[in-house]
């Protein structure tokens, strides 16, 4: 049996023997009434927010370890919409990092609906965006140290910052989601990540997801990672990492990327590396990756660090990096975003994501260190630009020794015979 199909049938495991269905009272907060239900159907049960009911989720969920447990969203479900009472709650030191956490278990579905009007999870995040307020934000569900888990049909209306994350959970399907960070003014939907994939043997498809930060990123220990048949939009890629952070070892390997629309968004395949990181990501792949107006298709990066509290630390031969080996990103097609543009996520001059000797018109950087990488490879690549310019590439041919399937310089892209075929 495939591993897909194994994953496929972790959705029947969850058959309830009893239900409890989430009280409500109108203009009252109706987690204490569930969390002090929560203890009598950790096993075996449904956990059911009606269709119908809108439910004030005013204070965090913590569920308890849960056995053959699904919890259905058919109702509305809400934040608070007030700003300050979010960020006392998020900044005391009871708070367990996310809205909804899941402390672990076997065989635990989150499932939403596919009624398009029923199932919303409204996370009020525009008045945060507009005020530009990153202080204390809410991360929306923590689905950690589950073993054989399913996301399903859950749909997230202008969540405040991260959407889901499964850190530490093993055998997952997540599918059919819809994330919606999207702003209707000026302001940017600030790290508003879909999905942060922390785990092993997990299946991520079918996905809608808007935003602004990364559409995945798989994080430290990921192995095993499946993301495909998605659409993601305006946010900052298909993405591996930040890895590496202060000399953290890394460990990332296996990951297939494929089947993906990539519209309107910072990046298209991206790795990030901080420097100084340690450690090793090997056997990663992205394929058939349709872009629509991306500045920077495919972006490597083993230099990554925060600009925010100074300028780029001076690598020397002393400093360790994390090591990336047998990366593929093969049948990239679409338009390369060459005309002049500030992306919302910019707060200084110059912009985070700026590149020095940058175009605007690269398919593909690779910022690597000697000695670092090795069996990295670019083939059947397609690009354009808006302005009709001709592609370009950014690779310093001392960092890397084989082909990279184009001539690896600061020019014009140029396949050569391992990105043809």
């Known amino acids: 049996m495939s591993r897909l199909c194994q994953l496929l049938l972790i959705a029947t ?57 699904e919890v259905r969203i058919e109702g509305n479900l809400t934040y608070p919409s007030d700003i300050p009472t979010v960020q006392a709650i998020v900044g005391s030191s009871s708070f367990s990092g996310a809205w909804f956490s899941f402390s672990g278990g076997n065989n635990v579905t989150l499932r939403g609906t596919t009624d398009p009007k029923w199932g919303w999870v409204d996370g009020h995040g525009q008045a945060w965006w507009d005020a530009m307020q990153q202080v204390n934000r809410p991360h929306g569900w923590a689905f950690k140290k589950i073993n054989n888990g399913v996301i399903r049909d859950m749909k997230l209306w202008k969540p405040v910052a991260w959407s889901f994350s499964t850190s530490g959970s093993t055998n997952l399907h ?14 940017f939907p600030f790290n508003t990540d879909g999905f942060s994939a922390g785990g092993t043997n997990m299946s991520f498809e ?8 990364d559409c995945i990123t798989v994080g430290n220990g990921a192995k095993n990672i499946h993301f495909r048949n998605s659409y993601c939009e305006g946010g900052h890629g298909l993405s591996i990492g930040s890895l590496g952070k202060g000399g953290q070892v890394a460990d990332v390997q296996n990951v297939l990327i494929e089947n993906v629309v990539m519209k309107d968004s910072l990046y298209g395949a991206r790795f990030k590396s901080w420097t100084g990181g340690n450690g090793l990501a090997r056997n990663i792949t992205w394929r058939n990756i349709a872009f629509i107006d991306v ?62 000797n940058a175009t605007g018109t690269e398919v593909a950087i690779f910022d690597l260190y000697p000695n670092t990488a090795s069996n990295i490879v670019a083939k059947r690549l397609f690009p354009r630009t808006q302005t009709g310019r001709p592609a370009t590439v950014l690779c310093d041919s001392a960092t890397i020794s084989t082909d990279v399937g184009f001539k690896c310089w600061d020019g014009k892209f140029v396949p050569t015979k391992a990105g043809l075929f």
């Open 295 to 356: 500045p920077f298709p495919i972006y490597i990066t083993q230099n990554y660090w925060d600009q925010g509290v100074g300028p780029q630390p001076n690598n020397t031969g002393t400093v360790n990096n994390t090591r990336i080996q047998d990366f593929v990103f093969e049948n990239f097609a679409g338009t390369i975003q060459d005309k002049p543009f500030v992306e919302g996520s910019c707060v200084s001059d110059p912009c985070w994501y700026a590149v020095t």
């Open 206 to 213: 079918n996905n809608w997801i808007q935003n602004g930060d």
């Open 174 to 187: 997540a599918f059919n989601n819809k994330i919606v960070a999207v702003s209707n003014s000026k302001g």
């Open 13 to 69: 495991y969850a058959v309830a023997a009893k239900v409890f269905e989430v009280p409500h009272a109108p203009g009252q907060d109706d987690t204490p009434a569930l969390l002090a239900a929560l203890p009598n159907f950790t096993s075996d049960a449904t956990i059911l927010f009606k269709k119908g009911v809108s439910y004030n989720i005013l204070t965090p969920i913590v569920f308890p370890v849960l056995n053959n447990v």
